[in-house]
Each structure stands twice: as C-alpha cells, then as structure tokens.
C-alpha cells in the first residue's frame, strides 16, 4: 500500500487565552511520503512552530491544545495516541531540530551525553556504547575532533556545531520523520549551507521524510519536493515545488517570489517587500486574512474567506483562483 | 578548578580581614574607657591600671592591633571576664549541639522542601503547590517557639516520644544526641522548609521554561528523567545558595531554640556574653561567625563550579 507517511488532516491549534480560545493554526492539511522533504513556508508568526510542535506533541499545554484534526503517522493518529506510546515515538521515529541551537542544549551537560541520552533511552544499551555511536553521529554531521568535543559543554561550542549537534541528536536513531524548524536561521550564511546540505544528504541516505520549515523561498528552491504556504495560521497555497515556482496562484505567494526573485538581483530584505504585516490573529474577521496587503482584492474578499480549492497536487484559497476557473468554464 | 578554588579563598582573606577590623575597633572605641570596662564596676584604679597593661592598652592603636591579630591567629582568645575560662575552650564546648542541631536543621529542611517545591513546580495549580504556598507564608510568620511549645506539648509531654528539654553529649552516644535535638530540629526546620521550598519552586520554574527542557522532552524522556538529569542541575545554583545561607544563618542564629530546649550551644552563649559584656567572648564569636560565613560561601561557591561548568571553564 502506498500510504504517505505523515498525513496531517485539518489541523488546528488554539490558544486558550482566559475564557476565549484563539485559532493560531486553522485546518492545515498536507502529506508526506517517505523520502520526501516538504517545505513550510511563511511569514513570521504564521504558525509554522505550531503545526511542527503539534505534530510531535510537544505543544506547551498549559495554553495550547489541538482544537481538531488528525495527524497520521505511520498510519497512527498522534493526537489519541497515549503520553507514554508518544514518548516511544519521540526521538526514535519522529525528531525535531529546533529553530534555537544557541538554547535548546543543556548548558550544564556534555554533549556526547546528550547525544547518547537518547540512544540509551530508546535502545536500552549501555551509556558507554551509546557514547561510541555519538562518535559516529559527530562524524556524520562533519564535526571534526569528535572524541575531544564529546567531552565539551554547550558553551564551548559555535552556532553552528551546536545546531549540528541538535541534528546528530535528532538523527541519532535514524528516524522516519524529522522535522527541521528553520535549522539555519540563527546561523550565518556560509554554515546555513553546510547544515541545509547536511540535512539532504542524511535525508537520501537513510530515506528520512523531512518537514523543513523556512522563512526563505531560496532554501526552498534547494531542498522542497513540496510546499506548503502558510498565512495567518491557514495554507495560503500548496504544490508541487517547481509549479509553485512557475504557477503561483495566491497573490501572497506571487508576492513571496517576487522578494526572492529582487533578492537575486541583489538586495537582500527577504520577505519585507511584501507591504504592511501579518494580521493579529485574534483580529481575524470572516473576510480573506491577506486582503489587507492584497492589491487584487475584491469585495468578496472583504466579507467571505476563500476555501482552499484545486487539484489534489496544487491548491490555493484565493478568490481569484474561483474567478479564473468560471472565466473558463 | 583548583584555580577557581584559590582565587575564591583568596577573595575571602579581605572580608575575614574587615571582620577582625571591626571587632577590634569596636572594643578599642566603645566609648569611656575599656579597661575600667573590662575591670567592671567595683575595680580600683589600682585594678584598672592593671588591666590596661594586661592587654596592652597603654601602646598605641595600630600596635596593638597587630598583636591582637597575632594572638587570634594562634587561637588565643583571651580569657572570658565572667567565667575565667579560656574563650577558645568555652567556645569548644558549646559548638558541638549548636553544629548538630543546624545540620539536622538543614537536613530535615531539604528533604521536605525539594520535593515540595519541585511539585509545586510542575503542577502550580495541584493541590501540594496550594498547600506548600500556604504553608510557607505560615513557616515564615509563625515564631520558632511558638512551633516549639507546640511539638513540645504533643511529642514531648503528650506521647512521650522526646525529651522536653535538655541536650545529650556526643559522647553519650550518637544515637542519644540526635533524639535529644529531634523537637529543637523540627520546629527550627519549619522557617528553612518554607524558605527553601519557595526557591526550589521559583528556580525550578524558570527552568521548565528552558528550550532544554523541550529537547529533553523531545528526546523522549520520561519527567522523571527529565527531573533528575536535565532541571534539577540547572536549578541547584540558587537552591544552594539558599540552603548555604541558611545553614551559616543557623550557626549564629539559635538562640531562641536553644533557650526554649535549654541547649547548651553557642546561640546561649552569645546572647549571655552579650547580657554580661563579657567582651573576649563576643570578640571570638563574631569572628567565628564571619568565618563561618566565608567558609559556607566558599563551599556555595565550590558546588556552583561543580554543577555549571560556565563558571568553572
Ligand atoms: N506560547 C504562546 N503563547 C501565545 N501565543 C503564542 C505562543 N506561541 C506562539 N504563539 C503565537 O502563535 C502564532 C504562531 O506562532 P509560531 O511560533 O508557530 O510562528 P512561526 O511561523 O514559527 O514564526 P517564526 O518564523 O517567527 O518562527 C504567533 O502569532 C505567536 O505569537
Ligand atoms: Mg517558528
């Protein structure tokens, strides 16, 4: 059977803020397969954390809950899934690299233990056999001199080894789905190469599925099979990488590729040419989330939210796909 | 870390060196004149002229405080004006329950108060988190001899599991000396419990909130584990801090137990060489507080090299 290995079915996630909940990501729907990597896309604060959080469970609950959806992993469904059999999957099957290399290392550990810690964890060997693996992890993500940097502490250590060391953890026990929340971002540009490389060449050796989630439409270019658009909590837009390229249909999208493409002839502002900010999401109205920064709006816009439509591969929730597809009906 | 270890002994000579300052000075400057002081009341001028040689009153200031300093270094205190005892031995004598008596403090604080504050922690909204918060603001207003007649009237006269007052000597038994501080312990403890618990919570708090701590979960790791490898490490700073200041707090501060339990300890002693202005011995005591002091800060100092090797790289 050719079941896609994570499938996410109309996610949302809310933030319980006193009496009233707050949508922060809204019916998000994409699939995986195996081997494959997908790209989450967006602004800051679009709710690209929040979906990856939610999908390996590790959303903070004492204001945050999954407010409806599926998430299908291996064919499981994450969110009924028991505390315990969660905690089996994590680190194991599913891993994550946080968008925070600089803070998401115990400061007070070395870091072969680190590593090693959940090798223990999950293999049940022996620390000093889980030490000789994290060796070989060090190698693998090109941190030279491993033996000596096992022994140091998180502070002894740059940005980048640091992210690296997240990903030898996050891939200590080859894991199906690893999820990779913006990896380079803290990182300067001659290392966020390295790392993004890094992550592909791990992806075709072991035949991980990966979730990388990015600000930017260049990484994507490197690395997506697929791509999600996110804005203001909801999929803007989702293809196949090279028709997203070419057949943008959301104009937030258009707008998204039109940063990148002024960024190759030079100037290097990422997604600010976009004018005006992504909406408050406790602001939303009924209306299109993006029609505030839309030169195409239309009254419709205004007063009704366009519903994610296309084919299977390419859908987009804009209003402007519907009026395409009846002038050409 | 051997250079981190001189460096901070090294740091304390000043303060030990200020502390020994003050204290002379604060006999050699108490107004009037300290050799009719520390003849009394009914001496003779005769007596008094005495005394001024004994202790080299008559040489200048600086001199004698050199010679002063000279004789504590060697430990000679001088005698006590009331018992004509050496200080040195009178001193020996009290420390032994006054020590054991803050240890059993300090021990029985830290076993209640760690978990305590680590529950209240992880779940602020529990029913322990309530109780503890509760309990604390009632360790920290109600008086140490209010808690003391209470466990008095119930363990000690009610069930007759402890003495109602009294210390047994180390030398009758190790067992016996600790039954006998158990009540003193106990109603001391309640104060340092409170305190403690509210650090380890505080502390403990703001680790949660650590991106660690999310990769500890992400790993796998069940709380437990979570607990005892990732959070409790990087929450020992400020709980070792408070447990350290506590202790040199106890050393110096038991005055009120010990007469209440009426131990023989130091705590007696100072608030009865201060109501006898028996000098030598309060001279000997403040600086055997402020070495006190300087010596749990620098073991604080150790043990926070030992958990965050930031401070010991
Ligand atoms: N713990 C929280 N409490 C309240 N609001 C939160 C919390 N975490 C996230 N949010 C809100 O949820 C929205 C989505 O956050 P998320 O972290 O998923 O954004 P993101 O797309 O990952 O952004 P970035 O690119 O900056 O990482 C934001 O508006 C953010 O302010
Ligand atoms: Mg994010």
Known sequence: MNLPLLSVENLSVSLDAGAASVPLVRNVSFSIDRGETLCLVGESGCGKSLTALAIIGLLNREVMQVSSGRILFEGRDLISLGAGEMRRLRGDRIAIVFQEPMTSLNPVQRIGRQIAEVIVEHRGVSEADALKQVLRLLDLVRIPDAARRAQEFP????GGMRQRVMIAMALALQPALLIADEPTTALDVTIQAQVLTLIDDLRREFDTSVLLITHDLGVVAEMADRVVVLYAGSVAEQADVDDLFDRPVHPYTRGLLGAIRQ???GSRDRLAEIPGNVPNPVSLDAGCAFRKRCA?????CHSERPPLQGDGLHRSACWLAKVGEEVMA | MTGYVLGRLFAAVPVLLAVAVFVFLLLSLVPGDPAALIA?????????????????LDQPLLQRFLSWMGRM???DFGLSLFSRIPVSQLIAQRIEPTLILSLMTIVIAVLFAVPLGLVAAYRPKGVVARVTMAGAVLGFSVPVFVVAFALVYTLALGLRWFPVQGYKPLSQGAWAALHSLVLPAISLSFLYIALIARVTRAAVLEVLREDYVRTAHAKGLANRKIVSRHVLSNAA???ITVI???FAALLGGVVVTETVFSIPGLGRLTADSILRRDYPVVQALILLFAGVYVVVNLAVDILYAVFDPRIRY
């Open chain 1, 263 to 265: 960024l190759n002839s």
């Open chain 2, 40 to 56: 009394g009341d009914f001496a003779s001028p005769q007596q008094v002229e005495a005394v001024r040689q004994a202790l080299g």
């Open chain 2, 244 to 246: 350290g200041i506590g």
């Open chain 1, 296 to 300: 195409s709006a239309m009254p419709i």
């Open chain 1, 155 to 158: 502070h002894q250590l740059s």
């Open chain 2, 237 to 239: 700073v400020p709980i």
């Open chain 2, 73 to 75: 270094l060697r430990g």
